[in-house]
């Protein structure tokens, strides 16, 4: 059983899957090791594509493998978000359930059908079907929508301010946060009765840039919180151009600039982003950013200064409306047994 285990913790990501499906000595040893092999796994790239329904492909930018994982099907559905190694499914007409699914662990989780077409999720308790709740952003960005099971049905929040946009939305010391496009952090409430309060401001307003994808228009921000231990971020970031990152302090309320990530790196695409300790472990590089744009492929690997470090290896992917996902992701294994949790006191 050592020596299976042994085994085990040096496979990738497939290869472990593979392995506990042989027989139920092996699985056991697999299931052993699980979240060690998980945990050690770098982020993968999410592939678009066009033809596959039942196929997710994830990409590895360090060994340049491409892995395939099977799932139930997912046709009809686009994916519109990422959360604790959940991915968030919608159908396009809006009919069905809201579908998550670890694609690592196989574990699915189903939502009430929410009333508009939704962005940016985020998984706000224990991964069970009776206690979780989830928190989202409609994909106009002009409203923030949270479901939990003891409501009757979604709650819908509009934009603080006026014409104004949502950004990000994150789980922090049981807190829901949400950014707005003007560099604002707002602290939602969930008690008897619920609001929206300012709580932080980080000198550095934003405007949001529009884009045209076919028929209708989606406002392209470029604002992100990210939670980096016990710390909150907030990331002004544009591929080619200077970041600022702002260390938002709980005192002061106030957001502080930061020049550098120290033995981390900063993975960021449009849905999905997070700081990785040490990815040297990997062959990657420490204090800079792998940036996966809306618009760009290959991936490109970014000093804090905006300059181009390192160009790495076309994924041969591509932005298509009709895929599944229309655009990459990052997918991080190592977060598919981190749930935030929720303070409603």
């Not at 472990?16 to 998980?38: K, N, P, T």
């Not at 932080?200 to 990210?226: E, G």
Request: charged share 20%; with cysteine; aromatic share 12%.
């Amino acid at each position: 059983m050592d020596l299976l285990g042994d085994i085990s913790r040096k496979l990738n990501l497939v290869d472990h899957l593979a392995f506990g499906g042989v027989c139920r000595s092996w699985r056991m040893s697999a299931l052993a090791s699980e979240r060690d092999v998980i945990a050690s796994q770098p982020p993968l790239v999410v592939l678009p594509s066009i033809s596959a329904d039942k196929v997710l492909s994830l990409y590895n930018i360090f060994e340049e493998n491409t892995y395939q994982i099977e799932l139930p099907t997912f046709a009809s559905k686009e994916c519109c978000g990422l959360s604790s190694g959940y991915l968030v499914f919608q159908d396009r007409k809006g009919q069905d359930e809201l579908w998550l699914i670890n694609p690592i662990t196989r574990h699915e989780l189903k939502f009430p059908t929410p009333p508009t077409n939704i962005s940016h999720t985020t998984i706000t308790s224990p991964p069970t079907p009776s206690d979780s709740s989830i928190v989202a952003l409609s994909k106009d960005f002009v409203r923030l929508l949270f479901y939990r099971p003891s409501d009757d049905k979604w709650t819908i929040y509009k934009t603080p301010e006026p014409k104004c946009f949502y950004a990000d939305v994150i789980v922090f010391k049981g807190q829901v946060y949400v950014l707005t496009c003007n560099g604002k952090i707002w602290n939602l409430r969930l008690q008897s009765y619920a609001s929206i309060t300012l709580f932080a401001v980080c000198d550095n307003p934003v405007r949001c840039s529009t884009i045209l994808r076919r028929f209708s228009f989606q406002y392209r921000l470029n604002v992100f919180l990210v939670v980096s231990d016990d710390e909150l971020l907030m990331l002004n970031f544009r591929v080619f151009t200077r970041p600022k990152i702002f260390k938002v302090d709980l005192q002061t309320r106030k957001g502080v600039v930061t020049n550098s990530l120290g033995d981390k790196a900063l993975f960021i695409a449009d849905m999905s982003r997070a700081l990785i300790s040490n990815p040297t472990k990997w062959g990657g590089r420490n204090n800079c950013i792998y940036a996966l744009d809306y618009y760009v492929d290959p991936i490109y690997v970014l000093s804090l200064e905006g300059e181009i470090l390192q160009t790495l290896k076309d994924t041969g992917s591509s932005s298509c409306r009709k895929c599944t996902f229309y655009s990459s992701y990052w997918y991080f294994p190592n977060k598919c047994f981190h749930v935030d949790f929720l303070n409603e006191n």
